[in-house]
């Protein structure tokens, strides 16, 4: 665990992480990525500018946003960005940045779109990241959000036969694991709103994980069938991943701000590094970032 500050929510530690060819190419999770290709391809809009990835990881899905002329892919683990950078390659279209969710280093009303997968599971404060998130993107702006959803059918039977104790119709967030939570539909409906995001669409996901299925049953079947499933999100959550899509619905005008990143320690906008630098200087009290190998370092 990193960020044990009193005053800072925790963040979970991917740092030396394998998660990516453990978790996805070794771990059996073919049925899983198909699934979650299929969702975003629903939920992306066809064409867009600057896109934010927030716990990007190793990037494995970002080579999905194919509509987006750029994407900056943050994580706050410096490896799994490396590896990113590793599969994507260096480049304009992408911008590497270590930095994490609860204090973005970005200037307010930057992106005209977000998408955060894999990743509200690890926040212990899911309404600071969230308000974040608002801050950065532009008004009416679409947002994609995955969650685990506590109230999934496996949860429900095994509170039913008492081999669960904890309920999946409960509002409250389950920590499972030490900074691992399941969460509620409708708690995740409530934290949007309250971040100023309007629900605009849902999809349950993965509703067919189950080892014995994807063992015997081909993945491309099971995710054809899960594509159906997939509709049935705007009614009813019952699956143990949520897809959502919501647009940034701020109560003002957006203002326009000259600048790309924000300081953290100050808050006063800053350029984009020039091509090839090693350091990126707050031009409003001087504190010095470094950007290693084309990769931007927020963390401290
Ligand atoms: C389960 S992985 C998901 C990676 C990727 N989104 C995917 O679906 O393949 C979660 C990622 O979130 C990142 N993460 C966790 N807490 C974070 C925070 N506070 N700020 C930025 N990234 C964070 C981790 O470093 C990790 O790479």
Redesign the pocket.
């Known amino acids: 665990m990193n960020?044990q500050n009193k005053n800072h929510?925790p963040?979970?530690?991917?740092e030396g992480?394998d998660?990516?060819t453990s978790?996805?190419k070794e771990g059996g999770r073919e049925y899983e990525d198909r699934c979650?290709q299929i969702a975003l391809k629903r939920l992306l809009p066809d064409e867009g500018g600057l896109l934010l990835?927030?716990?990007?990881?190793?990037g494995?899905?970002t080579p999905r946003y194919t509509g987006f002329k750029r994407v900056v892919l943050?994580?706050?683990?410096l490896t799994?960005v490396q590896q990113a950078q590793e599969y994507l390659g260096k480049g304009d279209k992408y911008v590497y940045v270590i930095?994490?969710?609860?204090r973005l280093p970005f200037i307010d009303n930057l992106f005209d779109g977000a998408t955060?997968?894999?990743?509200l599971?690890?926040?212990k404060d899911p309404q600071v990241?969230l308000g974040g998130i608002n801050r950065v993107l532009q008004n009416k702006s679409p947002f994609l959000l995955?969650y685990a959803n506590k109230q999934n059918l496996k949860a429900i039977l095994r509170y039913w036969m008492g081999v669960q104790e904890w309920s999946p119709f409960t509002l409250e967030a389950i920590e499972f694991e030490e900074l691992n939570f399941d969460f509620h539909p409708k708690s995740v409906k409530k934290l949007l709103a309250e971040a100023s995001f309007k629900l605009e669409r849902q999809l349950s996901v993965s509703h067919f994980r189950i080892n014995f299925l994807k063992k015997w049953v081909p993945t491309g079947i099971l995710a054809a069938l899960d594509s159906i499933f997939q509709y049935t999100g705007d009614w009813w959550q019952l699956s143990p991943s949520v897809f959502t899509r919501s647009i940034s619905d701020k109560k003002s005008p957006d203002k326009h701000v000259e600048g790309f990143f924000q300081c953290p320690a100050c808050k006063k906008p800053m350029p984009e590094a020039e091509p090839g630098a090693d350091k990126l200087v707050c031009p409003s009290c001087s504190k010095i970032y470094p950007v290693v190998d084309g990769i931007y370092d927020f963390r401290n």
């Open positions: 960020n929510p963040v979970i530690d991917y992480s998660y990516q978790f996805w979650e990835e927030i716990g990007a990881g190793a494995r899905n943050l994580d706050y683990s799994q930095g994490d969710v609860y955060m997968i894999r990743v599971h690890h926040m990241a995955e």
